[in-house]
């Protein structure tokens, strides 16, 4: 059974950070594209950042030079580094899997707010 579990979401002020990790089970983590997804309330769902399997990186323009994907293949596990965090940021974060077919997690709340 395959599992993806985001967490480290939370309440956070204007200008701070947040780490958000996706711990997975039940595939070859390795070989897998790992994304972080975002969706805000009345919006459609919005890629923020992917790393490949030989972890080359891509970003939204929104969050480059702000957020940084990376991957611990020994622990199965993306993370997604949140520094300079704006208002505008606030939504739901889900990662995704993909090799030959896409896996999502259920997603972790991001609020961004003084």
């Known amino acids: 059974q395959v599992q993806l579990v985001e967490s480290g979401g939370g309440l956070v002020q204007p200008g701070g950070s947040l780490r958000l990790s996706c711990a997975t089970s039940?595939?070859?983590?390795?070989?897998?594209?790992m994304s972080w997804y975002r969706q805000a309330p009345g919006k459609q769902r919005e890629s923020v950042a992917t790393?490949?399997?030989?972890?080359?990186?891509a970003y939204a323009d929104s969050v480059k030079g702000r957020f940084t994907i990376s991957r611990d293949n020994a622990k199965n596990t993306v993370y997604l580094q949140m520094n300079s965090l704006k208002p505008e940021d606030t939504a739901v974060y889900y990662c995704?899997?993909?090799?030959?077919?896409?896996?999502w997690g259920q997603g972790t709340q991001v609020t961004v707010s003084s």
């Open positions: 995704k899997a993909l090799y030959a077919r896409a896996y």
């Open positions: 039940g595939i070859n983590f390795s070989i897998y594209a």
């Open positions: 790393i490949t399997s030989s972890s080359n990186t």
